[in-house]
Structures are given as C-alpha cells and as structure tokens.
C-alpha cells in the first residue's frame, strides 16, 4: 500500500534485503553444548538499505529497492514485508543461484552483536544500479546506497555510478555501515561523488583513520571528511546527531527520551528520516537532523528494525511536540 504523498522527491535505495532473526535476553552464547533460554526471538525484515527504504516510505516518499534475495521462503518473506511498508520491490530480483542473506542478532539493552550470512547480497551489481538510472521514469530524486562493505563487487565501481547518478540530476548518499574486516579500504574513492555521507561514530572513526586522520574530535575528523565532498551527518546514539559541511556551522538534534525495547536498525530509521526530511523540502539542516534523531528514536520501541517505525503523521507530531 502506498504512503507516498504527491509533492515528495523520489528515493531510490540501493543494498542489502535480508531477514533478521532477532534473539533477546541471556543471549552471550557459552559453547559447550550449553543450553540457554530466551526472552524472545523474532523473525523480521532486515538489511541496512531495506530498513531505510521501509522508513522512507512509511514517511510518505516514494521508495524504490534495488537488491537480490533468494528463490527461497526468506526471500518471500523480505519481499511480502517490503511491499507491506509501501517499498516498491521491482528492482529486487530473486536468484536461484544463492540464499537469502541472514543476520542473526544478538539484542542487550545497550549493545547488540550481529551475525551474518551474505547469501545473495554480494550479487547486485554497478550495472544492475546503471540500468536502473537509466530507465528511471521519473524525476531524478535521491540515491542512497547502504551495505558497502557487504557488496564488494558493487563497492569496486561505486564511484562510477555515483558519478552517473549525479550527472542525471540525483543527490547522493551513502552509508557504508560497519565493515566486518575492519580495513575500510575504498571509501576514499567515492566521497568526491558524494552529497551525503551518514556513519555512526565508531564508523566515523574507522574512515578517518584509513584516510590518516587521528587523534582529533569527532568534529574534526568530519570537517576533513567533507572537505573531500559530502556533509557527514553523524549518529550519536542516545545523545541524538550532528551534521557538518566543510568550514559551516555545526547544526545538532537530541534524540527523543524512549523506553527502548531494540536498538536494530536504529541509525538505518535515523538515515531514514533525514532522507525524507530532504525529499520533503524540509530546507533547514536542523529540521532535517530533528526529523532523523526522531525518526531513529522511535524506532526502538519495538523489535526489529522496521515494526516501530513512525509514519509521517506520527513523526511530525512527535517533532512539533
């Protein structure tokens, strides 16, 4: 069912469409053979970009997915949730050749630890995301992509398309999310390309530090960044987030005070409401930022990353409020 209202900028999302098996309570496994019980174990919709997308739409813009799942149960299961949060899902294709990507998470109350297996993830390609531009009906709107590290092949041509996107007319985004080997190697290439780059602060960090950037605030370490290109809008978890562009002020939000259930998918709610904070026209940077830390708060309410996010209505309520 479409959310979308009529005078909203486009988004397309670029990534990962997966399923999360979220698992809550004793869940620091102790090998062994050892038996534990759980508070609660959810099977929900997952993947940094699929998470953003849902938002986007439920936010009232029109979202397009561009992923790979499996021919497999999971992968109905992604694509039934998708269409449900009003994602249009013809540019995820389903493959007979690999599974669907699954994370298994494992929730605290402060932290959580992610396991995962790509399946199908890896196989979205630079020309799948080319063709998709290319055919592009309508208006060119906003291109964000998510999961780069999970996405190698996509990774190495990055630039590229960014490039493309940005000579159609589109603005670009990306949020590389945490990179399991922990070289970050590559993002350098594609932040000239770049309109938006939105990390978390560990993330924020571990970029700084593959382009040789330490030992300094945070602040810092994004001025450098967006010297390179993008505004860096930051995550900062409870504390809300922060925005930079080059040598301009630093504009902030906090985040809301919640009675948090999960934190999965979080920052994804976060990119979410700045994305379409942005498609809407919101023109003040610190709008866009109060639309992303309420977005991302709400969030938490409930399991998974998608069953507590807000619609429009409720968003701008809560930010008027």
Avoid: C
């Avoid at 469409?17 to 309570?25: E, I, K, P, Q, S």
């Avoid at 997952?46 to 938002?55: C, E, K, L, Q, R």
């Avoid at 809407?280 to 998608?306: K, Q, Y």
């Amino acid at each position: 069912m479409s959310r979308s209202t009529p005078d909203a900028r486009p988004i397309l999302v670029v990534g990962d469409a997966n399923v999360d098996l979220v698992l809550r309570g004793d869940v620091v496994p102790r090998f062994g053979q050892a038996e534990q019980l759980l508070d609660r174990a959810d099977l929900v919709l997952g993947g940094s970009a699929s998470i953003v997308a849902s938002g986007t739409a439920r936010l009232g813009a029109p979202t397009a997915l561009m992923a790979r799942v499996g021919d497999d149960a999971f992968g109905r299961f992604a694509l039934d949730a998708l269409r449900g949060n009003g994602v249009d899902v013809a540019g995820v294709a389903a493959t007979a050749t690999a599974a669907t990507g699954v994370s298994v998470i494992l929730s605290a109350p402060e932290d959580r630890a992610i396991l995962t297996a790509p399946g199908a993830i890896p196989l979205l390609a630079a020309d799948d995301v080319i063709s998709g531009l290319e055919a592009w009906r309508g208006a060119p709107g906003i291109l964000h992509v998510a999961s780069y590290f999970l996405q190698p092949s996509l990774a190495v041509e990055l630039p590229s398309v960014l490039a493309a996107a940005r000579a159609a007319g589109w603005t670009t985004s990306l949020d590389t999310n945490w990179d399991p080997s922990e070289n970050w190697h590559g993002v350098e290439r594609a932040l000239p390309h770049l309109d938006l780059l939105l990390p978390n602060r560990n993330e924020l960090q571990a970029i700084a530090r593959s382009l040789g950037d330490t030992g300094e605030r945070d602040e810092d370490l994004a001025r450098r960044i967006s010297h390179r290109g993008p505004r860096v809008v930051v995550k900062d978890g409870a504390r809300g987030g922060w925005s930079v562009r080059a040598d301009e002020a630093r504009e902030s939000a906090p985040g809301l005070t919640v009675q948090v259930v999960d934190t999965t998918g979080a920052g994804d709610s976060f990119d979410a409401g700045y994305l379409a904070a942005l498609a809407h026209g919101v023109e003040l940077e610190r709008d866009r930022l109060r639309w992303a830390t309420t977005a991302g708060s709400m969030s938490t309410g409930r399991p998974g990353g998608t069953a507590g996010q807000a619609d429009l209505a409720e968003l701008r309520a809560a930010v008027a409020s």
